[in-house]
């Protein structure tokens, strides 16, 4: 939900809250509503709405829960945004997205600056960030996001992936095939297909024939083995593979093809712009607020030149990487264009001082990335609110605001791959100032998710934000509050900075 510090005019006062810290049992979706299924669409996906009466889940106003539910395998998600620093209707992010079959609002946002909490993937490329601490992000620059996750298992070019090197009672962790680095702590399967002839050396290894053990490494090898597996271990690893002793039969099964899943994730920039022995690191990206350490990087996403933060520096860069302006003492706005300030860069705090070293017509090389904290193949990822359901255990908050009859966005999945895409409403148009009364608790969307087949649910932006737009016959059309048939017309949606839609398609 936004705050706002404008006074809403709310008509009413609800009176459908459950006790602070209660965590009661939420009725059965199919004792207490009428299911209506809209439409079936061409990749699988369903669309319809549970109608319960008033107080039948607990709330004084009738209850309308839409719920769009299909196979991750056929869809892909999609993360549409306004330009940085502004808003769009909602209807205009649904549209935006080609053959976009549901959509929902997303990310939590502040309402003076318009900026979301948290950082914006898409396309496979970061396009937003926050800074280190702020909203919901950490000192370091993490953001909790909800992670679409395309990932192809190549032993050519190597893959992450949690699997499990099993001898008799003998079990450890490979977190991958064929990685670029062994990371701390854990074990990397190396094989004949690797595209390199070195390979990263491990501190301990043993190579694997047949499923037998063949051969230990007791230093680990930097060459790629000409037939078999060669697991390699680091730190706290190396235990566990030296259990598997030569002559022990051991299995271990390698991925292929394509898999789709979604995920809760922390994403974190790591971009830079290199030059000489210098990096200045970007740490935020077309954030309109100043912070106190490395640059904010502003390209063609970005709103107004007005709308940007000053640095103690600033520069702006060709796309070839050319400097195309520079500021060394202060920092200014610089407008970008289509040709020669296609970036720009407002950079802060000690590191402002190393644009000193930059002169127009110097060639820089720049690098945007991001990590996963889950090592991810993030394809898009948007911010989201807290964890609902883990593992089927519904984990969602008894206590605060979380136990409010509040309007509801949540999106839920299990390991099969099936999904699910939710918003709980008050169900009926009504003109309540904006304020959005009547819908669920936190914890009936939850359960509710998880009776309909969801293990694992994440919640989003609620209140005056949720809504719910389906395609009906190539028209967007708001399915989480119906509209008054006597004139047409659409409830009351507010403008946001960014939403999810799902469409057929990778």
């Given at each position: 939900m ?10 009413f ?13 939420s ?7 009428a ?11 369903r669309?319809g709405?549970?109608?319960m ?19 991750i ?24 997205v080609?053959n ?7 990310d939590?946002?502040?309402?003076g ?13 970061l ?8 909203a ?7 953001s ?17 992936y949690?699997?499990?090197?099993i ?13 670029k680095?062994?990371?701390a ?11 390199s ?31 078999g597996?060669l697991?390699?271990a680091?730190g ?40 000489g ?5 970007v740490?935020?990206?077309n ?12 390209d063609r996403?970005f709103?107004?030149v ?13 796309n ?16 970008l264009?289509s040709?020669?300030?296609t970036?720009?860069?407002q ?53 605060g ?12 999945w ?17 003109n ?6 009547g819908?669920?608790t ?10 309909l087949?969801?293990t694992?649910?994440?919640?989003f ?11 009906l ?15 047409g017309h ?12 799902f469409?057929?398609?990778?």
């Open positions: 936004v705050v706002s510090s404008l006074a809403l005019a709310i008509p006062i609800p009176s459908g809250a459950q006790a602070a810290g209660t965590c009661p049992t009725p059965r979706l199919s004792t207490i509503s299911y209506t299924r809209v439409t079936t669409f061409a990749a699988g996906g669309m709405y549970y109608s009466a008033a107080r039948a889940a607990g709330s004084d106003f009738p209850t309308r829960l839409a719920v769009f539910d299909g196979e395998s056929n869809y892909a998600m999609q993360t549409p945004t306004a330009k940085f620093g502004a808003l769009a209707s909602q209807k205009s992010l649904a549209t935006s080609a976009f079959e549901t959509y929902i609002n997303s939590y946002f502040d309402f600056s318009y900026m979301p909490y948290s950082a914006i993937v898409s396309k496979g490329v396009v937003y960030s926050p800074p280190p601490g702020q919901r992000v950490s000192a370091t620059g993490g909790q996001v909800l992670s679409y996750v395309v990932q192809t298992y190549s032993e050519v070019t190597g893959y992450t949690s699997s499990s090197l001898s008799g009672a003998n079990k450890a962790t490979v977190v991958g095939v064929n990685l680095s062994i990371p702590n854990s074990i990397v399967a190396f094989t004949a297909k690797n595209s002839s070195t390979i990263p050396k491990g501190s301990y290894g043993i190579l694997i024939r047949d499923n037998v053990v063949t051969r230990p490494y007791l230093k680990g090898s930097t060459f790629r083995p000409t037939s597996i697991f390699q680091t706290s690893a190396i235990p566990y593979l030296k259990k598997f002793f030569v002559g022990n039969h051991a299995t271990f099964t390698l991925k292929s093809g394509t898999t789709k899943k979604l995920a809760p994730d922390t994403i974190t920039p790591t971009g830079f712009v290199e030059f022995t210098s990096k200045i690191y740490t935020a990206m954030y309109s607020g100043s912070h106190s350490s490395g640059a904010t990087l502003f996403n709103g107004p007005s709308s940007q933060a000053v640095g103690n520096a600033t520069f702006a860069l060709d070839s990487g050319v400097v195309t302006e520079v500021s060394k003492n202060n920092g200014v706005q610089i407008t264009n040709s020669t300030k970036r720009v860069f950079v802060f705090g000690a590191q402002a001082s190393m644009v000193s070293q930059l002169s127009v017509g110097q060639k820089v090389r720049y690098v945007n990335t991001f990590s996963s904290a889950n090592r991810n193949t993030v394809s898009s990822a948007s911010g989201r609110g807290s964890l609902l359901l883990s593992k089927g255990k519904n984990i969602a908050s008894c206590s605001s979380a136990t409010s009859f509040r309007p509801r966005t949540a999106i839920g299990n390991a099969s791959g099936h999904f699910w895409v939710a918003t709980a409403t008050m169900g009926m148009d009504h309540d100032g904006g304020y959005r009364v819908g669920s936190l914890r009936q969307m939850s359960d509710w998710l998880n009776q087949g969801a694992e649910a994440v919640g932006d609620g209140g005056g934000s949720v809504t719910q737009f389906m395609s016959s190539g028209v967007a059309k708001r399915i989480d509050i119906p509209t008054d048939p006597s004139d659409e409830a009351w949606i507010r403008d946001v900075p960014i939403g999810l839609a469409a057929p398609g990778s």
